[in-house]
């Protein structure tokens, strides 16, 4: 049975919003696996992300505080129906970040991670396939807010989707 996983970063509750949008729970409650990459800045969010997750896989980011850095590490690794995870928050610069992230996690298949909430969608040389999901909640200099969800299946990653967060209506 393939998984259904869910990529989320820098989701920055409650400063860039008050809430995670209805739309990003919706996909929270579908996934099989929720990843985080860091920059909740409240262990209030983690603690429902805990509860509604069926699993959590998550980083502290620069902008988390000591609550939440006892209690995530800054990498994090797992092996999901034969691919091999990594997700941490920051990955430097784009210049180089291929190479620099081969060399950094040579173990994983799949690199999870956010820090600059743009998108980020490539692969290594080797086949390492970096991972951004941009800000569900401060799209910054982005068209729009987003995360990304995939499927997971015998040892492939498939069906990566970067999605769009439509604003909660009133």
Request: charged residues 25%; hydrophobic residues 40%; glycine residues 8%.
């Amino acid at each position: 049975m393939p998984l259904n996983l869910l990529l989320l970063a820098d989701t920055h509750v409650p400063k860039r919003a008050r809430a995670l949008p209805a739309q990003v729970w919706a996909a929270v409650e579908q996934a099989d696996v929720v990843f985080h990459a860091g920059d909740w800045v409240t262990a209030e969010l983690l603690d429902e992300l805990e509860q509604r997750s069926q699993i959590l896989v998550g980083v502290y980011g620069n902008n988390d505080g000591p609550d939440l850095r006892g209690r995530l590490p800054e990498t994090a690794s797992v092996t999901l129906e034969g691919v091999r995870f990594a997700v941490v928050h920051e990955t430097g610069q784009a210049k180089g970040r291929e190479e620099r992230c081969e060399q950094l996690y040579p173990d994983a298949d799949v690199l999870v991670f956010g820090h600059s909430h743009i998108p980020w969608d490539s692969t290594s040389e080797r086949g390492l396939r970096l991972l951004n999901p941009g800000s569900p909640t401060d799209r910054r200099r982005q068209p729009a807010c987003t995360y990304i969800t995939a499927t997971v299946d015998s040892g492939g990653l498939n069906h990566v989707r970067l999605v769009k967060v439509h604003r909660d209506m009133p």
